[in-house]
């Protein structure tokens, strides 16, 4: 038998907007192992130890007693967009092209009441034994941990934060979640690239100094467009956290033939830290004069950024109807509500590991038959 390759996917940009909850099918996969197999759920234990003052192993049950929250959360791999940044130069990682991105209704335990159950009470930064950070490590195995489980970590100040919603997962959608996205167990970061995200959990550690993990320090990584394989250095970076501002349009693929001039433009934006979308200008002359769509998360209700009946977590969608040149560049770009806008072109934020293409979404569309 060959060697097994890790399962990534996603899907079709048109369908990725076909609902503003993404169907489970529709959702991306990205693994850096085998998916592992977790069918003994009476001898699953989650282990949360470290610096912490009481440690204790918790089962299924001792989870879903807590009190359940569901959170519509977006995740996106830092990754997203891959692809077209690898046209600039190359670059090292799986090649996405605008759907490596998900929103779904995740139901769970907060992270901050199983916290405050081993005795770290909401809102610490820092426990009497020195634990500063939250580690999340999983069941699965992968080449670049040699073998070892993926893991990530997060400020503690974050995970004991019930307003940063950070979830330990069983449902997704409202169902049990599967295997593909981490059954039995998953943590879900809000606002944070996706690879913190870790699947599968098997246990939680308090630690001093954050995740000493391959995914932590020698990858996801931002770097600017001079560092290469011959000149870096991973330690003068931290590891990335918030995803920064996103828009792509998921009407037309890029190239696309159009029969009649009138045609709608829609497609997602998305911001991190909560941070919500403030406008989408879309333009049909290549960035020379712009339009603002309209905004929604719920059809037919307007989006209101930070209002309240607005999902802080979640992606919005975007719309306009309008009529084009016969052969034409069509370009989105979000601003999210600290002011934040995407950069005009992908060479700018180029980096060798391909991560966060925020740059100006392009698409050509020709008027024909
Ligand atoms: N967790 C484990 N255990 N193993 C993994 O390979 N991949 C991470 C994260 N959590 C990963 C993981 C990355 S990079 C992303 S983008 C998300 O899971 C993808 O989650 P999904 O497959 O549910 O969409
Ligand atoms: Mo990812």
Redesign the pocket.
Known sequence: MSEVE?FNAEPPRSALISSYVTPVDF???????PIPIVDDIDRYYVSICGLVENPMELSMADIRKLPKYEVTAT?Q??GNRRTAMSKTRTVKGVGWDVS?I?NAVWGGAKLSDVLELVGIPNLTTTTPSGGKHVEFV???K?KEENGG??KASIPLNQASNPEADVLLAYEMNGETINR???YPL?VVVPGV???R????LDSINIIAEECQGF?MQKDYKMFPPSVNWENIDWSTRRPQMDFPVQCVICSLEDVSVVKERKIAISGYAASGGGRGIERVDVSIDGGKTWVEASRYQKSGVPYIADDISSDKWAWVFFKTQTEIPQNTEIVAKAVDTSANVQPENVEVIWNLRGILNTSWHRVHVRVGH
């Open positions: 890790p959702f991306y996969k990205r693994n850096h192992g995740l791999c830092a490596a998900g999983s069941v699965d992968c489980p993926y593909d996205h981490g998953r690239i996706g690879a995200s870790v699947k599968w995914f």
